[in-house]
């Protein structure tokens, strides 16, 4: 319990505005209001629950008190399941339906600590005052039952719903189970602030989101549906819901699945129809578009036919030209076979008759022939020995570079030989230096004690540099401490001097005030260009009050953030201001933004009309500063219309302030006045609360504070005498660095000179360490050197033995290439002698040729033209043989050889090159425009034929959905038109009790997307003067929109319209959370009255009504149950001094006289 609740006093036969009421209405009407009050209880504390029964008086007083027994044992188990009671028909016995709700239990859940609720299976009615938590009733409802938050319209987190204060929120709901089920569905719910976490439970089984949805989509729960579950920030929404909308939502909450399935399945169909007549539509078009392409290619096509006709024509005269050619080859080839074997017969008739007198010629020519093969002879052998001379003398060569090889080697054998007797004395020299040296030995190095006088210095020099190193710290130490007291003395200079102005008072008192504030101020002043606008500071540094005298009345009217706070202009600029001071410098702060100018905030009456009220005048005519934090200030706390006075008021003056209705709330002398008025419950229901405010905080001019500064003053002399000292050190601490710095230089200049004189020693040891080892180096070298020495010696003197066996070689090839020249010149003289006998011979030929020219010169032109006609012969035999392959070829790729050979019988060559001439000509006049068109068009054809193919396709698809839709139609229309006429009918007679009109229709369209619930209404209303007249009969109803019927018509239409929906309800229960708000008081009668009348009747579904204020007198029927919740921290523990209501109803019967 942690609200504020209160009660107006309850009046017999009164209404709120104190006028006797008529009783004989009352009693002849249904029971009234104050009846409800026998079956109410309360039980409070921090632990409390909300009970509803039909027992008297003294049953209650005795559950009472079992119960108080059972909450203080406080160890009776968390309910989780619970039993179910029999159905009858779909309905318990107890008058719940399958999904409807039994009870509700909650835990730390927004201003509950704990409660359960007992529902009833009809009518629930939730009152209580505004902030009591009967909306957190239905947020339990929702977020227990697996929905979000967002179907609330309020807060997205589910944390934001953990009560203040704690950890974690239960919420558990019990549903009515389904026919022959063992027990109640008990949904559990557990959310976590931390992390935003829920955790659900069905029967106390964990379970996860999905398995909740699923048992709510069995139940017909759909708390998504603004026509079951209409929460208070979604009222509003239900009006402005489109047609189209609200005919999903009435199926979904009245119609059956099956309805709901078919009109899904005709969406679906429609769509798909629509699709399908469009690809149909597009396939016609692509159809004609193609066949006109293929006809633009018709022209070129027939030039390309005509063309490839003619190819066709001159590819048969090329083949019969082939036919032809071969015929006249082999002809030709016949013939001059024929010629040539009469050629080889006159050749041998010639040959034989002058065969006697070419014998003596023939003679001389085999004599000739003889002699020129004997010449023949002797050249060669006059070019062999040429060529045995040149080898000889190439022997000579090779000789004789072997000698000045040999000769080479022997020099370069000497000079290494002599070398080797240098280094062998080279040698001597090293070792008998090197055995001198050995015999002085150096002085003797012991490296441990060099090691101990070089660690020694180390030592020193470690420290040394400790010291420095701790001499370092302490300096930064004191620089560090230094420059804090510096700071500090800059920041006492600067309060210092705030003391000497206005502005440094105001700077001084905000940091006292609020630390946060006073940052965020001062990074706002160094960065206020980073805005689109002014940014303005905290109202107590930019305003301030034009007459000292009204500060502490202006005051009172504001609040402390008002004079925190900082104002933005832009939206922007506030989320830019947010993420600085929030996110970044983690600031405690309030920001605000002001969008309307200071002109737009308009007193409610004119400042001279004040007086007669005794006031003043208002408060934004007392303040001064920027006009935006002003206009902030007129939003936020409505200064313009609060008027204030430096007097009181008097009775007389208060009265008129009252009864004007357009002051809200002022201040005179001390106190501060605030008028609350409720017109709902008539124009006497005004509450007025009195406060004495005490002195204002800020916008005072108080004088400096003298001892604060002399403090302040006495503060910086001493951080002066601080620093002063703090320097002093630093300087001492300095030095001491400086002389560590310079002793450490020395001791490391003493360890660099005792490790080089370490190392001079080190090295001299090893030098003579390693003597012997050297001088045996020597030694073994000086050995393989005199071996080397007397090897060269060696292959000097075989050197000498090869270069004389090769000059004996030289000289001996000398004397065979002189031989080889003798060779030459015999070879010589034989040769000429043969070129004589060879030149007679020819010339003997020569004689006996003439003497016979003619005879040969006839038998030469004969054997000529023998070989000519073997030439043509052969010619003509390979033109015919390529011919004929040529035809053999052109014959195996046709079928028309028959044909071919019997045409080429009258053909010559001529007349077929003559035709092919012809036709060629005829080719080369007939072009195309398009190369391609006959590809095209082949391409188009096929392609026409696979659209019309598609197109067929679509036609008999579009046929197909057209009689799915028909026949689904014809099933779900006729049930549409049953339901909405069943909704209609319900919906005109809700109307009709009120004297009102109504209708709901279907508008049906060719699209089921836009089939769409219609509903038109209306309405009759009350004259000034009492007198009730009616619209025309004639005049047309309206559509229900947000725009032509006022707040309360459509709050009156939208409960008519869901009451309508009543006793065709698929879901188990209906929540609606102050449908009445916006409604006069004789619609809301009318409405409660048909509201009972419907959801009172049997076995109807359950229907919640969630409202903050009743009207008196109003309808009660026995199925329904009244739920009052009285939540607030004044509330007493056990609920029965302060707020028993079964003594309030007591004490109501008894003012009655009942």
């Known amino acids: ?266 969406k679906e169909h429609f769509k798909s129809q629509r699709d399908a007549e469009r690809s149909a539509q597009e396939s016609s078009v692509q159809l004609r578009k193609m066949e006109a392409r293929r006809q633009v290619l018709q022209a070129d096509v027939e030039k390309i036919r005509e063309r490839k006709e003619i190819q066709n024509t001159l590819a048969r005269l090329e083949k019969l030209r082939v036919v032809v050619k071969y015929n006249e080859a082999r002809h030709q080839y016949s013939e001059f076979k024929k010629r040539r074997k009469a050629a080889e017969q006159k050749l041998k008739r010639l040959q034989k008759g002058s065969a006697p007198s070419l014998q003596a010629v023939n003679k001389k020519q085999d004599y000739q022939a003889r002699i020129q093969s004997a010449v023949d002879g002797r050249k060669n052998a006059l070019k062999a020995a040429e060529a045995a001379a040149d080898d000889a003398v190439g022997q000579v060569v090779a000789l004789e570079g072997k000698c000045q090889e040999l000769v080479e080697r022997s020099k370069a054998e000497m000079d290494g030989f002599r070398a080797k007797k240098q280094e062998i004395g080279k040698f001597k020299k090293r070792i008998t230096d090197l055995e001198a040296t050995h ?361 000498e033995r090869r270069q004389n066996e090769a000059i004996l070689d030289k000289a001996r090839a000398i004397l065979e290439h002189q031989r080889k020249i003798a060779d030459i010149r015999n070879a010589y003289q034989a040769l000429l002698e043969a070129q004589v006998l060879l030149i007679e011979a020819k010339s003997e030929v020569t004689v006996l040729k003439d003497k016979n020219s003619e005879i040969t010169q006839m038998l030469q032109e004969e054997k000529n033209n023998l070989e000519n006609l073997a030439e043509e012969v052969a010619e003509r035999y390979r033109i015919a043989t390529e011919a004929r392959e040529e035809v053999a070829e052109f014959i195996e790729e046709g079928n028309d050889k028959e044909e071919l050979l019997a045409l080429a019988r009258d053909k010559t060559l001529e007349e077929l090159i003559h035709e092919t001439n012809t036709e060629q000509a005829k080719l080369e006049v007939i072009q195309a425009s398009n190369p391609r068109a006959l590809e095209e068009y082949e391409n188009w054809s096929t392609k026409i034929e696979h659209e019309r193919v598609n197109h067929t396709t679509q036609a008999v698809k579009l046929t197909d959905l057209n009689n799915k839709i028909d026949t689904i139609r014809s099933q779900w229309e006729p049930k549409l038109d049953e339901l909405v006429s069943q909704i209609n009918d319900a919906f005109s007679y809700n109307f009709e009790q009120i004297s009102c009109a109504g209708e709901v229709g279907v508008h049906k369209d060719d699209d089921f997307e836009k089939w769409a619930i219609e509903i038109r209404v209306r309405f009759r209303r009350v004259a000034d003067f009492g007198s009730s007249f009616d619209f025309s009969d004639n005049e047309t109803l309206q559509r229900l929109d947000q725009h032509r019927q006022s707040g309360g018509e459509r709050a009156v239409s939208t409960i008519f319209y869901l009451m309508s929906l009543q006793s065709m309800a698929q879901a188990p229960f209906r929540v609606v959370d102050e449908i009445n708000q916006g409604m006069d008081p004789r619609n809301e009668r009318m409405v409660h009255e048909r509201m009972v009348e419907i959801a009172c009747r049997e076995h109807t579904s359950q229907y919640f009504l969630i409202t903050p204020k009743l009207l008196t007198g109003l309808r009660y029927d026995e199925r329904m149950r009244i739920h009052t919740i009285v939540n607030g921290e004044h509330v007493d523990k056990d609920g029965v001094e302060k707020m028993n209501f079964a003594k309030i109803a007591q004490m109501q019967r008894k003012l009655m006289g009942r």
């Open 439 to 799: 015999k002085q030995a150096p002085p003797q190095c012991d490296a441990a004690d060099w090691n101990r006088r070089i660690r020694e210095q180390e030592h020193i020099v470690r420290d040394k540099k400790a010291a420095s190193q701790a001499a370092e710290e302490e300096s930064e130490k004191i620089k560090s401490l230094a420059k804090e007291k510096q700071r500090e003395k800059i920041a006492l200079s600067h309060e210092l001097k705030g003391f000497e102005s206005q502005q440094g008072q105001l700077l001084n008192q905000l940091k006292r005030f609020n630390q946060d504030v006073f940052k965020g101020w001062e990074w706002l002043k160094e960065n206020h260009g980073e805005f689109e606008k002014e940014v303005f500071g905290p109202p107590m540094l930019t305003c301030s009050v034009k007459d000292p005298r009204y500060s502490d009345l202006v005051q009172s009217l504001l609040q402390d953030n008002d004079f925190l706070c900082f104002t933005a202009q832009t939206k922007d600029d506030h989320k830019n201001l947010s993420n600085q001071f929030y996110e970044k410098m983690g600031l405690s702060v309030t920001i605000r933004t002001g969008f309307k100018p200071l002109n737009t905030f308009t007193p409610p009456m004119p400042k001279q009309e004040l007086v007669k009220f005794g006031l003043d005048g208002y408060v934004s005519d007392y303040l001064e500063g920027p006009e935006p934090v002003l206009a902030m200030l007129c939003s936020e706390r409505r200064l313009h219309a609060s008027a204030i006075s430096l007097a009181d008021i008097s009775d007389e003056q208060f009265d008129r302030i009252q009864r004007d209705e357009k002051i809200g709330q002022f201040a005179a002398g001390k106190q501060l006045y605030r008028i609350a008025r409720r017109r709902e419950y008539g124009p006497g229901a005004v509450s007025t609360r009195v406060i004495t405010f005490q002195k204002g905080r800020f916008w005072t001019d108080q004088p400096v504070d003298l001892a604060e500064k002399t403090e302040l003053r006495r503060k910086l002399d001493t951080l002066r005498d601080e620093i002063s000292e703090l320097s002093a050190q630093n300087q001492k601490y300095v030095t001491q660095i400086e002389g560590f710095d310079a002793q450490q230089k020395e001791i490391n200049q003493t360890i660099s000179e005792l490790r080089t004189q370490k190392a001079e020693l080190q090295r001299a040891d090893q030098v003579w360490q390693a003597l012997p080892n050297k001088i045996e180096r020597e030694k073994r070298a000086l050995g393989q050197t005199q071996k080397e020495l007397e090897a060269a010696r060696n292959r000097i003197r075989a050197d």
């Open 1 to 266: 319990m942690v609200t504020q609740s209160s009660f107006s006093e309850l009046r017999p036969e009164m209404g709120y505005d104190g006028k006797r009421r008529d009783s004989s209405r009352r009693a002849s009407g249904a029971p009234q209001l104050p009846d409800i009050f026998d079956t109410l209880r309360l039980r409070g504390g921090k632990r409390s629950r909300v009970y509803n029964n039909d027992q008297d008086e003294d049953e209650d007083e005795e559950e009472e008190d079992e119960e108080e027994d059972e909450e203080e044992s406080n160890d009776t188990p968390p309910r989780q399941a619970a039993a179910v009671s029999p159905l009858h028909n779909g309905v318990s016995s107890s008058g719940f339906q399958p999904g409807a709700i039994v009870r509700v239990k909650v835990q730390n859940f927004v201003t509950f600590e704990e409660v359960e609720f007992f529902l009833g299976p009809n009518l629930n009615m939730v009152i209580g005052p505004n902030g009591s938590g009967k909306s957190s009733l239905v947020c339990a409802i929702c977020l227990g039952l697996g929905y979000p938050s967002s179907v609330l319209g309020r807060a997205s987190g589910f944390g934001e719903f953990v009560k203040h204060g704690t950890d974690e929120a239960h919420i558990e709901v019990e549903l009515q189970g389904k026919p022959n089920a063992a027990q109640n569905h008990v949904v559990s719910l557990c959310i976590k602030r931390e992390d935003n976490s829920r955790k659900f439970t069905i029967d106390g089984e964990r379970v996860s989101h999905k398995d909740i949805q699923q048992l709510m989509k069995s139940l017909r729960i759909q708390i998504d549906n603004l026509c079951q579950f209409l929460p208070q920030d979604k009222v509003a929404e239900f009006a402005g819901l489109s047609p189209v909308d609200l005919l999903e939502k009435t199926l979904h909450a009245a119609a059956p699945p099956q309805m709901i399935k078919w009109q899904a399945e005709l």
